[in-house]
């Protein structure tokens, strides 16, 4: 290693090294060109960034800030002014393919302007779309719409944002349930982006004052994509949001969500009942949909009439008759239950309770022996159960009705190069013996402590230190002693003290499992 005179600096030469993506998000291009420095690789947890101007204040400081927000420790070494330049070029996936259709746009804007020097209506028709061409047009805004698409796809995003924000349009990625930036464009562009977007959906190019929400689909390297687009004004214009939803991947299976082997028999014994009513609960982006999906796809649909209401209809399943609700025209959950119970179902999936009366339809349906999927708004699986006696649901009709309730949440999981190990401290024995000190000693002696957990740390190929996601869940098993205390005393205080005798596993709990088990990191286990 070689050090500069006079400054305790290692030089580093590239070699015309390619840094990869995950590397170089941590460091914004726009911040990379204007303090002149750049993220050169991710070693040990330790963010390597290269200098040509080591006497740079400004610069030193912008990277030490950055450094803190991100979370991870860095190192400066000063590179040659070539590979600085090398780098940058790094940069040029996404923003150099954006960047080559906003040239192309300023040029057809000097060509065909209205008096009033803005972008003419004709012209923003012309560069939203060019009919009978298919999705990957080339059209500048067209191109830009796709390439966004394509990256996010790419890059296993489930969201993108596109939000204007002043004089600028920022764009955000949503990976693993954080959203990250991915690129700014021109304000100039934003309305022909959201117009093209529009195109897509069919939704109405001249409404710009009330959300709108559509959907299409496109052919992404060979496979099919669904997009779910939702539109929203702000004050600086329409901010657009688009859910991806990649068929290819296809519906999980339940042994990939990592439930216990417990919990997997309660729900697959639960599954296979003739009747009753099984909710899983949870806020927006738990995966609840997911898992009502995963279930659904394990019941016979060849031996039995299986039927869906949801809003919208994230993925095609073959096998059942999917509906989808339009509370404009009064199709809402409740009229919808109505019409599937005359369809002669055996097994009826609704895809959220929201009010008193779907929440009594579906446990008439339940009732009179019909199988029933659903969701519900609660934080625990327990609190479903006052939750719909709150609703008007009286506790006679829930016992006999109410066979599994589901509470989820979604945790990152660690990469294995990404893990870093810490030992079992006091602190989280003294939160063992909090937690499960009122479980039965035949399920406490069943839970494993290791000498030591693991936190997650950046690496190479895991900038976060975590990819994908796991589900941590409790599962209330409403057997006959469950339905006793409905009947006699349902509050959530006497429902958990019989549950915990059974063995129920809160969802802190499960997420404290899976930490122990080298699943999860640590840090996850104390946002609960």
Partial sequence: MIFTKNLDIPVKDLGGKTVPFDVLKYVPEESAVHYRFVPIDLKDGILEVGIIDPENIEARDAISFIASRVGVPFKIFLISQSDFDSVLQNYKGISGQVDKALTQINVEKKKETDVRGEVSDELLKEI???????????????????????????????????????????????????????LFLPISVHEAVVARIKILTSMKLDEKRKPQDGRFSAKIEGRSVDFRVSTFPTYFGEKVVIRILDTEKGIKRLDQFGFTDKNLALIREAITRPYGLILLTGPTGSGKTTTL???????????????????????????????????????????????????????????????????????????????????????????AIPRLI???????????????????????????????????????????????????????????????????????????????????????????????????????????????????????????????????????????
């Avoid at 061409?133 to 996010?152: D, H, L, M, R, Y």
């Avoid at 596109?162 to 930036?181: A, H, Q």
């Avoid at 939160?431 to 000498?451: A, Y």
């Avoid at 596993?505 to 946002?527: Q, R, Y």
């Fill in 128 to 182: 939203a779309v060019k009919p009978g061409s298919g999705f990957v047009e080339e059209a500048p805004v067209t191109k830009i719409v796709a390439v966004i698409i394509q990256n996010a796809v790419e890059g296993n995003a489930s969201d993108i944002h596109i939000e204007p924000i002043g004089d600028k349009v920022k764009v955000r990625f949503r990976v693993d349930g954080v959203l990250y930036t991915s």
């Fill in 293 to 383: 999906y995963a279930m659904l796809n394990e019941t016979d649909k060849e031996k039995f009439n299986v039927v869906s209401l949801e809003d919208p209809i994230e993925y095609n399943m073959a096998g059942v008759s999917q509906s989808q609700v339009r509370p404009e025209i009064k199709y809402t959950f409740a009229s919808g239950l109505r019409s599937i119970l005359r369809q002669d179902p055996d097994i009826i999936m609704v895809g959220e309770i929201r009010d008193a009366v779907t929440a009594r339809l579906a446990i008439q349906a339940a009732l009179t022996g019909h199988l029933v999927f659903s969701t519900l708004h609660t934080n625990s699986a327990i609190a």
């Fill in 390 to 528: 709150d609703m008007g649901i009286e506790p006679y009709l829930i016992a006999p009705t109410l066979s599994l309730v589901i509470a989820q949440r979604l945790v990152g999981v660690l990469c294995e190069e990404s893990k870093s190990p810490i030992p079992v401290t006091q602190d989280i024995l003294d939160m063992v013996q909090k937690h499960f000190s009122d479980l039965p000693e035949e399920f406490r002696k069943q839970i494993v402590i290791p000498q030591n957990v693991y936190n997650a740390v950046p690496s190479p190929t895991c900038s976060g230190g975590t990819r994908g996601r796991a589900a941590v869940i409790e599962i209330l098993d409403v057997d006959k002693d469950i339905r006793n205390i409905i009947l006699k005393n349902p509050i959530e205080s006497e429902i958990r003290k019989i549950a915990r005798t059974k063995g129920m596993i809160t969802m802190k709990e499960d997420a404290m499992i899976k930490a122990f088990g080298g699943i999860i990191p640590m840090e996850e286990v104390l946002k609960f």
